[in-house]
């Protein structure tokens, strides 16, 4: 049941939605052409559609079209002028110089904009080649590149607008899937045998990708005046439902206590199972949404919680009944007991179709949860400066590049040395971790692909059969390039070594040429990336603390809001929860990547870590106490938790004031008289414990902060 769950979920994703009309856009035009025996205009064409697949990313449909027109624009500007000039090596290496200088700054602007300039590259590349050119001339071959790119455009955008709601149900499918297993995650701390600091870390990891398809969705959805505006309940539902969705990962972060004392305190009961059971069904249930939401089907519901949460009562009741105080427990069921709410809730509008017709914040209100991208030439300008990590990277990639054109022409090996240039565009990233990592990848995948594709082509003979495999091949490339990249070039070695077999080139000779040039452009790319203008992350993770903490501090400004009995902007509270999954998810993956470096290049590691995970748990403990503070009988508050919240203010701000002072404004809160601590409830010794350890979560990462 769950593998074909699977099998299906893949095959109504996005990824193989994509691999489908790319491979459908670039083979058609030669398949065409080869039926009119004009084969070479055929692969101009496809090769200009290809080139324009790269700048095919998802997002809103105004800035899928204008990215590609944009594309088609550079890569004939690219094409036209290699063409003029490949008959000349020293040319060709002062545009490799200058070209690749330039298209790797398009990064500033963004991963639309850097895919444009990514594209733009490989044209240069593949132009190189006189040969590539001389069947159809210079400007022809520029025309039928840019008819390619025009024609994978049009195509694109036609299949966007048929099925307008696709892609972001796809995208949204696999956000609720990501934070399933968040919630699957965290059902572990309730496991008094699981590791505590092993979940901690698989917790901060599953947090980046969690942001990552939340910003996904967030742009298809809020940038979307189609989503948003329209008046059939179709978009809507789309947006009420991804509300939902994060306001239930909130709650999924608000579930942290310290689980360590709950393991001490609670480990002799059977309490802790019956919290750890739900909470996995609560996983079960969102991966169960996630695929009834990407195979558009009504969805079903899994589990009913209600004997749960009454068996887990009975539970909570027992445990008081032994004299331990259950308040702690009592605090986890009701959020437990909302997250199952939040899910009832989802299936609701699929129920009742007229529930997605309700309001929703005004478009304004959902713009600001968006980034905008301004592409105002200052950017560019303001970027050209060593202390920019993209124009070091892009001086990187322009030296790296001539190096390998260098080699290429000092140290032919075979017609197709064009594949090391190649190789080096691709893996060069811009830290060295990211460069590390698709270097292994690309290796692997050539290599085990290139063996395959070379199998393939000795025993299989049949022009039919060659075909199907080609197909399936590139389906397979296409779909995996976002996906898993190492699957991604195991299927593309086979399909290139296809390919070139139905053009007449030796198999062996071609496979064993491209594994070759694939090892050298990994070989000079790895090394540039240690060598050349090395982009090393401890150099800027230090602005990732400041800013975490900083989002924590607005953060936790929502507390003292509520407990000052200030007016409750829900606008502005989300604001700031948004602002604190993006800067823990920006500081969790510029540490990982740090780990990825070599020893010798690492700093302070442990301090790091150790920030990482408290800062994750201060922004759990935060949510876990605006959740408490949002119930209407909340208790009331006295001057210890006044105190408390000052204190922690006031402490944080003086850690980001140490860090750096720029951007950074402490706001001072006024309280309203408190009453003293005479007659204190069960529920304001609660909320002290909890102000109590943010206080001391803060206190513990200020002894983190490296000097």
Same mark, same amino acid.
């Given at each position: 049941?769950?593998?074909?769950?699977?099998?299906?979920?893949?095959?109504?994703?996005?990824?193989?939605?994509?691999? #489908?009309? *790319?491979? @459908? !856009?670039?083979?058609?035009?030669? +398949?065409?052409?080869?039926? /009119?025996? &004009? $084969? %070479?205009?055929?692969?101009?064409?496809?090769?200009?559609?290809?080139?324009?697949?790269?700048?095919?990313?998802?997002?809103?449909?105004?800035?899928?079209?204008?990215?590609?027109?944009?594309?088609?624009?550079?890569?004939?500007?690219?094409?036209?002028?290699?063409?003029?000039?490949?008959?000349?090596?020293?040319?060709?290496?002062?545009?490799?110089?200058?070209?690749?200088?330039?298209?790797?700054?398009?990064?500033?602007?963004?991963?639309?904009?850097?895919?444009?300039?990514?594209?733009?590259?490989?044209?240069?590349?593949?132009?190189?080649?006189?040969?590539?050119?001389?069947?159809?001339?210079?400007?022809?071959?520029? #025309?039928? *590149?840019? @008819? !390619?790119?025009?024609?994978?455009? +049009?195509?694109?955008?036609? /299949?966007? &607008? $048929? %099925?307008?709601?696709?892609?972001?149900?796809?995208?949204?499918?696999?956000?609720?899937?990501?934070?399933?297993?968040?919630?699957?995650?965290?059902?572990?701390?309730?496991?008094?045998?699981?590791?505590?600091?092993?979940?901690?870390?698989?917790?901060?990891?599953?947090?980046?990708?969690?942001?990552?398809?939340?910003?996904?969705?967030?742009?298809?959805?809020?940038?979307?005046?189609?989503?948003?505006?329209?008046?059939?309940?179709?978009?809507?539902?789309?947006?009420?439902?991804?509300?939902?969705?994060?306001?239930?990962?909130?709650?999924?972060?608000?579930?942290?206590?310290?689980?360590?004392?709950?393991?001490?305190?609670?480990?002799?009961?059977n309490v802790l199972d019956g919290f750890k059971d739900i909470i996995v069904k609560l996983s079960e249930e969102l991966e169960n949404l996630s695929y009834f939401i990407i195979s558009n089907e009504k969805p079903e519901r899994l589990h009913h919680y209600k004997a749960d949460l009454d068996a887990l009562k009975f539970s909570?009741?027992?445990?008081?009944?032994?004299?331990?105080?259950?308040?702690?427990?009592?605090?986890?069921?009701?959020?437990?007991?909302?997250?199952?709410?939040?899910?009832?809730?989802?299936?609701?509008?699929?129920?009742?179709?007229?529930?997605?017709?309700?309001?929703?914040?005004?478009?304004?209100?959902?713009?600001?949860f968006v980034s905008h991208q301004d592409f105002d030439l200052k950017i560019m300008k303001d970027n050209l400066t060593f202390e920019s990590s993209m124009f070091r990277h892009s001086v990187r990639v322009a030296l790296v590049c001539f190096i390998g054109y260098l080699v290429s022409k000092l140290f032919p090996f075979g017609?197709?040395?064009?594949?090391?240039?190649?190789?080096?565009?691709?893996?060069?990233?811009?830290?060295?971790?990211?460069?590390?990592?698709?270097?292994?990848?690309?290796?692997?995948?050539?290599?085990?692909?290139?063996?395959?594709?070379?199998?393939?082509?000795?025993?299989?003979?049949?022009?039919?059969?060659?075909?199907?495999?080609?197909?399936?091949?590139?389906?397979?490339?296409?779909?995996?390039?976002?996906?898993?990249?190492?699957?991604?070039?195991?299927?593309?070695?086979?399909?290139?070594?296809?390919?070139?077999?139905?053009?007449?080139?030796?198999?062996?000779?071609?496979?064993?040429?491209?594994?070759?040039?694939?090892?050298?452009?990994?070989?000079?790319?790895?090394?540039?990336?240690?060598?050349?203008?090395?982009?090393?992350?401890?150099?800027?993770?230090?602005?990732?603390?400041?800013?975490?903490?900083?989002?924590?501090?607005?953060?936790?400004?929502?507390?003292?809001?509520?407990?000052?009995?200030?007016?409750?902007?829900?606008?502005?509270?989300?604001?700031?929860?948004?602002?604190?999954?993006?800067?823990?998810?920006?500081?969790?993956?510029?540490?990982?990547?740090?780990?990825?470096?070599?020893?010798?290049?690492?700093?302070?590691?442990?301090?790091?870590?150790?920030?990482?995970?408290?800062?994750?748990?201060?922004?759990?403990?935060?949510?876990?106490?605006?959740?408490?503070?949002?119930?209407?009988?909340?208790?009331?508050?006295?001057?210890?938790?006044?105190?408390?919240?000052?204190?922690?203010?006031?402490?944080?701000?003086?850690?980001?004031?140490?860090?750096?002072?720029?951007?950074?404004?402490?706001?001072?809160?006024?309280?309203?008289?408190?009453?003293?601590?005479?007659?204190?409830?069960?529920?304001?010794?609660?909320?002290?414990?909890?102000?109590?350890?943010?206080?001391?979560?803060?206190?513990?990462?200020?002894?983190?902060?490296?000097?």
């Open positions: 049941m769950n593998q074909s769950r699977e099998i299906k979920s893949f095959i109504f994703s996005q990824y193989f939605s994509d691999g #489908l009309r *790319i491979t @459908f !856009g670039v083979l058609l035009p030669s +398949v065409i052409f080869y039926q /009119l025996d &004009q $084969l %070479s205009i055929g692969l101009t064409i496809s090769l200009g559609a290809l080139c324009v697949s790269i700048a095919d990313n998802p997002g809103p449909l105004v800035h899928k079209r204008n990215g590609m027109l944009f594309c088609n624009l550079f890569i004939l500007v690219s094409s036209v002028l290699t063409s003029l000039i490949n008959w000349s090596p020293i040319l060709i290496g002062l545009e490799i110089l200058i070209l690749s200088f330039v298209f790797s700054m398009f990064s500033v602007y963004g991963n639309r904009a850097s895919s444009i300039g990514t594209a733009a590259l490989f044209i240069m590349i593949l132009t190189i080649d006189q040969n590539i050119v001389a069947n159809n001339g210079v400007w022809n071959h520029a #025309l039928y *590149i840019f @008819f !390619g790119g025009i024609w994978y455009t +049009v195509l694109s955008i036609s /299949l966007s &607008q $048929l %099925s307008p709601y696709r892609l972001p149900q796809q995208a949204l499918s696999e956000c609720i899937r990501e934070v399933g297993e968040f919630v699957l995650i965290k059902s572990d701390f309730y496991d008094i045998k699981a590791d505590h600091d092993s979940n901690y870390k698989k917790l901060v990891e599953k947090q980046v990708v969690v942001h990552q398809h939340q910003d996904d969705v967030r742009e298809l959805l809020f940038k979307s005046r189609l989503m948003v505006k329209e008046s059939t309940s179709s978009g809507r539902l789309l947006i009420l439902v991804f509300v939902d969705i994060v306001d239930l990962y909130e709650q999924a972060m608000a579930t942290h206590y310290d689980y360590q004392a709950i393991r001490n305190t609670y480990g002799r009961t909570i009741d027992k445990v008081e009944e032994q004299g331990i105080s259950s308040l702690v427990l009592k605090k986890i069921l009701i959020n437990i007991r909302n997250m199952a709410g939040r899910v009832r809730k989802i299936y609701s509008y699929y129920d009742n179709p007229q529930l997605a017709g309700e309001s929703i914040r005004s478009t304004e209100d959902l713009k600001k017609h197709h040395s064009y594949w090391i240039l190649l190789t080096i565009l691709v893996i060069l990233k811009p830290a060295f971790s990211l460069t590390k990592q698709r270097n292994i990848q690309r290796l692997v995948g050539t290599l085990c692909g290139g063996v395959a594709g070379a199998l393939i082509l000795i025993f299989v003979k049949d022009e039919l059969t060659l075909f199907v495999l080609l197909l399936i091949f590139m389906v397979g490339t296409f779909s995996f390039q976002r996906l898993n990249y190492i699957i991604s070039v195991l299927f593309m070695t086979p399909y290139i070594l296809i390919l070139f077999s139905f053009l007449g080139e030796n198999n062996l000779t071609i496979a064993q040429e491209r594994i070759v040039d694939t090892f050298i452009g990994s070989f000079i790319a790895l090394a540039a990336s240690f060598i050349i203008l090395p982009n090393w992350e401890y150099h800027h993770l230090r602005n990732f603390m400041r800013e975490a903490l900083v989002a924590n501090y607005h953060y936790l400004l929502k507390v003292a809001d509520v407990l000052a009995e200030r007016p409750f902007d829900i606008t502005l509270y989300k604001l700031a929860r948004k602002d604190v999954y993006v800067s823990s998810a920006n500081l969790g993956s510029a540490f990982q990547r740090m780990q990825s470096e070599p020893k010798s290049k690492q700093q302070n590691t442990k301090e790091i870590h150790s920030f990482v995970v408290l800062n994750h748990m201060l922004s759990s403990f935060i949510a876990t106490l605006i959740t408490n503070l949002q119930t209407t009988d909340k208790p009331a508050t006295n001057e210890s938790h006044v105190k408390l919240v000052r204190k922690s203010l006031f402490t944080l701000s003086e850690i980001i004031k140490k860090m750096g002072t720029e951007d950074f404004k402490e706001i001072e809160i006024k309280f309203p008289e408190a009453p003293g601590n005479e007659n204190v409830s069960k529920d304001q010794i609660l909320l002290y414990e909890q102000l109590d350890s943010i206080n001391k979560l803060i206190l513990d990462i200020q002894k983190t902060i490296p000097n």
